[in-house]
């Protein structure tokens, strides 16, 4: 070997962007538009795959290998080691009865929080804690000395996937609909979630205090939403009821529990915990907190465990009341303490039986994810981004967006994606829980996008990296702001149009023929003002024929300037000459004028003149 040789460097079969960086001494943010250059868009923490690293080290004039072994992590774990499944069926034998699992939905306004607070004041017992009940998506009350966990889901209609995560953690949905207003598009919608997850319905008939309450209207209602209730031959229990003077809510709670009977909710208590989480978000000073409902198994304190796409081994462990607890068994809503990344809305959790059990498979999940996401970034990255601006057809907003909760993600993932026009590709291109990082800073910064903070903050070494390289961070805490705010940029980033101002209308009553000049149109102003400087556009059996600019313009009597309506005048136009009687003329001139985006609508403003 020569000592003018490519240096020879081993890369393995997928490695992290950070990790790349340091094998051929580059800094990560160097790294990470290297990338972007050879069209992969990556934050230093993604994982890529050998052949991509390989082009760059080529660039960087290595002589790149791929790695004999795997990274240790990437090791298999010992065969008596898998991944826990939720079907590893109990023997019946271990099976005891559970608490219902309920959850309201319907249209917005139509009482659902209204309800949860009713059935809250009225029948949760006050703890230890001091019954202070904290929002942990879930609480628990008791209806004659028996339990009933209820889901404490967003109603809005923006939240339609959390619902319909929510559909998936529950035995029993209840309907909610308003006496006064009947079934509504949501309320559809609901149900046809409630349908698709095979989930028991009931219908709550809420406000039946009002007036307008029209009982026989709304079961009309539901039989043609193929909502059948009892009363009519169907299935579906209906309770109406009074969030306000609490009329029914007994009989609603019965109901629910006479449901449940029919169901025989049952759960092996004894036997390491599984379940879903229902909402998960970042203290700042305790770290990750997670609300975990169990399925299956008692959850304790010092369990470790997989939860979605991370890990962790429990610290603290709190009830809905804020209460601590030591253990808790299937159908309890909790909040823990301890796990290690923020886990996202709906995804699964499985108590395992180490700590380092539960690293191994979290790592294991992970390259596999990365394996696969590497795969995929490389395809969307090259034909959407430089395809879309090498096009130039597509002006891009790519967006970071950091929330506090997960399930503000998704809403806020929709509203602003919507913000996309025939002009501006509106993209979020990473979205989490949790406070702006370096590493989305970076990605920000490689996607010549800006980064925003939902009720969160930024860590001081990504404020630092954002301000050395010019990234936008914007915070917001309301999201109409952070919508308007983007509408705003968007404009900002919406080119200018001509737009034609019509002046005057008039109809052509003679033609005259000017020798040297042609035929000349002698006609009368209908309305507006026509001056020489205006432009001209020629009607005739509603089409345009001819359009250009005012060669000259007479007015009869008077050698004026202007023509205004009533006036007979002669006009001729630039390059035609064709006038018959009872053409119609537009004269008009043109404006520059600016567009902004408002209300979802691309929308012109004058401004001056072209
Ligand atoms: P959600 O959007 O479904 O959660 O609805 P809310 O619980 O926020 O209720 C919407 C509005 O309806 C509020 O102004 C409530 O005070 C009112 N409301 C809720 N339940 C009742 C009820 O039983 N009777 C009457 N009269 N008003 C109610």
Not at 129 to 144: D, E, R, S
Not at 310 to 326: E, V
Request: charged share 25%.
């Amino acid at each position: 070997m020569t000592t003018d040789a490519k240096r020879e460097l081993e890369i393995p079969r997928a490695l992290t962007v950070r990790e790349l960086a340091t094998l051929v001494e580059e800094t990560p943010v160097q790294m990470v538009k290297l990338l972007m250059s050879s069209g992969v868009m990556a934050d230093v923490n993604k994982t890529i795959d050998y052949e991509t690293a390989a082009i760059i080290a080529v660039d960087l004039g290595f002589d790149p290998q791929e790695a004999g072994e795997a990274p240790a992590e990437a090791k298999a774990p010992p065969p008596d080691e898998k991944l826990p499944a939720a079907t590893d069926a109990d023997d019946p034998s271990t099976l005891q009865p559970r608490p219902p699992v309920v959850a309201l939905l319907g249209h917005v306004d139509h009482g659902k929080t209204s309800l949860l607070d009713a059935i809250r004041e009225a029948n949760v017992v006050a703890t230890e804690a001091g019954g202070i009940t904290q929002h942990i998506g879930a609480y628990q009350a008791t209806v004659n000395d028996r339990l009933l966990t209820l889901l404490d889901t967003p109603g809005h209609e923006a939240f339609t996937q959390m619902r319909s995560r929510g559909a998936e953690a529950t035995d029993i949905a209840v309907l909610v609909i308003a006496a006064d207003d009947g079934v509504m598009p949501q309320t559809r919608e609901a149900a046809n979630h409630i349908r698709a997850a095979g989930v028991p319905l009931i219908v709550a008939l809420n406000k039946i205090d009002l007036e307008a309450a029209n009982l026989d209207r709304i079961k009309t209602q539901l039989t043609e939403a193929e909502i059948v209730i009892e009363e009519y031959g169907g299935d579906v229990p209906f309770a109406p009821v009074s969030a306000v003077t609490k009329e029914g809510l007994d009989g609603l709670l019965e109901t629910i529990l006479l449901v449940a009977d029919l169901q025989n909710l049952q759960a092996n208590p004894d036997r390491p915990a599984d379940g879903v989480v229902l909402e998960s978000g970042l203290d700042r000073r305790q770290g990750p907190r997670t609300t975990l409902l169990i399925k299956r198994g008692t959850l304790r304190v010092g369990d470790p465990l997989l939860v979605g796409e991370t890990w962790g081994r429990i610290r603290a462990m709190f009830d809905f009341s804020g209460g601590p607890l030591k253990e808790a068994t299937p159908s309890v809503p909790v909040a823990v303490l301890g796990i290690q990344g923020v886990a996202a809305a709906g995804q699964p959790f499985h108590v395992v039986e180490s700590d380092r059990a539960a690293r191994r498979l979290y790592e294991r999940a992970k390259r596999q994810r990365e394996d696969e996401q590497a795969k995929l970034e490389r395809a969307v990255s090259l034909d959407t981004l430089f395809g879309e601006i090498s096009r130039g057809d597509v002006q891009e907003l790519n967006l970071v967006l950091k929330a506090d909760v997960d399930g503000s993600i998704e809403p806020l993932r929709q509203s602003l994606e919507q913000l996309t026009n025939e002009e501006v590709h509106v993209k979020v291109i990473h979205a989490a829980a949790g406070a702006v990082s370096e590493s989305d800073v970076t990605l920000a910064l490689a996607a010549r996008g800006m980064a925003l903070a939902f009720n969160v903050g930024t860590e001081p070494g990504a404020q630092k990296l954002a301000a050395a390289e010019g990234v936008e961070i914007r915070r917001y805490d309301v999201i109409y702001e952070l919508i308007e705010q983007i509408e705003a940029a968007i404009s900002g980033m919406l080119e200018p149009v001509n737009v034609d101002v019509v002046n005057a209308h008039a109809e052509v009553l003679q033609v005259f023929s000017i020798r040297r000049i042609g035929n000349v149109a002698g006609a009368r102003c209908d309305d507006g003002t026509i001056d020489s400087g205006l432009s001209l556009r020629v009607h005739r059996g509603g089409e345009e024929i001819a359009s250009g600019q005012i060669r000259s313009l007479r007015r009869f009597q008077a050698d004026a300037r202007e023509v205004q309506a009533g006036q007979e005048f002669g006009v001729a136009l630039t390059g035609f000459d064709d006038f018959q009687t009872g053409d119609q003329l537009e004269f008009f001139h043109t404006e520059r004028q600016s567009r902004i985006l408002k209300d979802g609508r691309v929308q012109v403003v004058p401004s001056q003149s072209a």
